[in-house]
C-alpha cells in the first residue's frame, strides 16, 4: 500500500500576511518549510520501500502456503501431516508477524507526519503573527511589519499609509530596494 501524503503542498503553500498588508500568495514553501517537506518525502519514501518489502515476504510466505497445501499427496502419513501443520504454523506466524510489522510502520509514519505537520503548522502561525505595536522613543508610536514574500517597500507604505520616504528615514535603510523577506520594519503612526 503505498502512502500518499496530499497535506504538505497545502501547508507550504500557505502565505502569511501581517495586519493591513497585501501579499501575494506563494508558489513555493519558505526554505525552512521546503526542507521539512523534503524530509517528510523522504521518510515516505522509505516507509513505502518497507512496506513494499513486507509485502513482498507476505507474497512469498502465501505463496509457500498454497504451494505447501497443493503438494500434498491424496494421502499422507502422520509424520508428513504433522510435518505440514508445523509448517503451516510457522507461516501462520510469520504473516501474523509481517502484520504487527506493517501496523507499527504505518503507525510510526502517521505519528512522523503528524509531528511534521504540526511543526510546521506551529512554524507558520508565528511567522503569521500580526505585526505588534511598539514605542520607538517617547514621542514617536508606531508598529512593526515583518516583510513577507513578494512585498515592496512601495506596497508596505501604501498599506499603512505612510509615505516610502518615511519608511526609509525611519528604518535607515540605504535605498527603498534594500529590504529583504524576514525584516523587521518599524511603521511610525
Known amino acids: 500500500m503505498k502512502i500518499i501524503f496530499h497535506l504538505l503542498p497545502m501547508v507550504a503553500g500557505l502565505a502569511f500576511a501581517g495586519t493591513g498588508c497585501v501579499t501575494t500568495p506563494e508558489t513555493e514553501p519558505p526554505a525552512a518549510s521546503q526542507a521539512d517537506v523534503g524530509y517528510l518525502r523522504e521518510e515516505i519514501r522509505r516507509l513505502n520501500a518497507r512496506l513494499d518489502a513486507s509485502d ?98 512601495s506596497k508596505i507604505a501604501a498599506a499603512y499609509g505612510v509615505k516610502m520616504s518615511v519608511l526609509v528615514e525611519e528604518n535607515a535603510l540605504k535605498s527603498p530596494d534594500s529590504i529583504f523577506v524576514g525584516q523587521k520594519l518599524f511603521i511610525p503612526e
Not at 504487527?100 to 504540526?118: F, T, V
Request: without cysteine.
Open 56 to 153: 513482498a515476504e507476505l507474497g512469498r510466505v502465501q505463496g509457500e502456503v498454497v504451494s505447501a497445501r497443493s503438494s500434498q499427496p491424496a494421502t499422507a502419513s502422520a509424520a508428513q501431516v504433522q510435518s505440514m501443520q508445523t509448517q503451516l504454523d510457522d507461516h501462520q506466524r510469520q504473516i501474523r508477524a509481517l502484520d504487527a510489522a506493517r501496523a507499527q510502520d504505518k503507525k510510526e509514519i502517521y505519528d512522523d507526519i503528524s509531528k511534521k505537520i504540526a511543526t510546521l503548522l506551529k512554524a507558520s502561525s508565528v511567522s503569521s503573527a500580526p505585526a505588534r505595536s511598539t514605542k520607538r522613543s517617547a514621542s514617536q508610536n508606531g508598529i512593526e511589519h515583518v516583510v513577507q514574500s513578494g512585498e515592496s517597500l
